[in-house]
């Protein structure tokens, strides 16, 4: 065979793996990307679906960072339940904020409680600081009548952090300046139509988005403030294949990013499962985190994103 031809197969092989880009983390089942930028590099703290799950029972938390959008890198594992004296079980979507140089990581458990853990560098390590929850589904104030899950944070331009949290009702609570206690008022978001859980909050042009997983989509609403109240949107990301659906947006390098999550790579992995056998043929359990870029109108509506398996370019 000639020598230019096999280098150009080569050649060809090379760059339709790097194109190839979504799920971005494929060495492991990752789920929940929340994405933050700290010191110009962009980290994302997703959970970690275990490699033989059958449901929703992961322990531990990793997180990915990259300076370019196509090389990751993976700094382990940065905490655990056992890192824990209280937690026990199911180690779902988490946070992470930067405040005063200090590293603050928010996370759920049992399906009750949400807890924070502080480092000083963005991958840790992270340590319990108050050894019990910040909050749980039983404290004063709360409204949740399902899973009490998926802490989002909003650090507003007077440097006040805000704890979104809740399934099925918003609840928001207004952090103290230690970032690890709160006064204990907590505030019901008004406004979120078809809201079920995966809020996250970020601000643009002076607006307050808030978006969130609902009819099994990625819904929003805006608001002039951070109580709102809030008005219903639209759609920012349809169905996928998870039939979960959860995610976050953030600015990196004067770009706006959805990360999000979907089944491509269990599929990819388990080419003879259909799905068949599990919800509605979806497969919700072992999920992989990807990223499109994301856009807003002239009237600061924002264009609904659709998936890609191209995922997005790298930045120079």
């Known amino acids: 065979m000639n020598l230019k031809f096999i280098l150009f197969c080569m050649l060809c092989f090379r760059m339709s793996d790097t194109a190839a880009q979504n799920p971005f983390i494929t060495h492991l089942y990752t789920a929940d990307p929340s994405a933050r930028v700290f010191n110009d590099t962009l980290f994302v703290y997703p959970s970690h679906d275990r490699d033989d799950a059958a449901w929703f029972d992961m322990v531990d938390w990793h997180v990915f960072s990259t300076t370019d959008m196509k090389n990751w890198t993976d700094h ?14 199911y180690a779902w979507a988490p946070d992470c904020v930067a405040k005063d140089g200090k590293y603050y990581f928010y996370y759920p458990t049992d399906q009750f409680h949400i807890g924070v853990a502080v480092g000083d560098r963005p991958y840790g390590p992270f340590k319990d600081p108050i050894g019990k929850p910040l909050l749980s589904k039983d404290s004063k104030g709360v409204v949740c009548n399902r899973d009490f899950i998926d802490p989002a944070v909003l650090i507003d331009d007077d440097g006040s952090a805000y704890l979104f949290v809740g399934q099925n009702t918003v609840n ?34 002076g607006r307050y988005y808030l978006s969130y997983s609902g009819n099994e989509q990625i819904l929003y609403c805006t608001a002039d403030s951070v109580y709102g109240p809030y008005e219903y949107k639209g759609v920012i990301l349809d169905k996928v294949n998870s039939i979960t ?19 491509d790579l269990y599929f990819k992995n388990h080419p003879g499962d259909d799905g068949s056998k599990m919800w509605d043929g979806f497969h919700p359990f072992r999920r992989s985190i990807c990223v499109d870029r994301l856009y807003y109108n002239e009237d600061g509506t924002i ?14």
Do not use: C
Not at 76 to 89: E, M, P, Y
Not at 303 to 316: C, D, H, S
């Open 303 to 316: 264009r609904q994103v659709i998936p890609t398996k191209q995922g997005v370019e790298k930045i120079e």
């Open 245 to 263: 659906n959860h995610h976050s947006i953030v600015q990196y390098k004067g770009r706006w990013y959805l990360f999000y999550h979907n089944s």
């Open 76 to 89: 382990g594992v940065i905490f655990s339940l056992a890192d824990t004296r209280w937690a026990r079980k």
């Open 172 to 205: 928001v609570i207004k952090l103290n300046d230690d970032m690890v206690s709160y006064d204990g008022q907590v505030h019901i978001l008004k406004g979120t139509d078809h809201f079920f859980e995966a809020s996250w909050i970020h601000q643009y042009n």
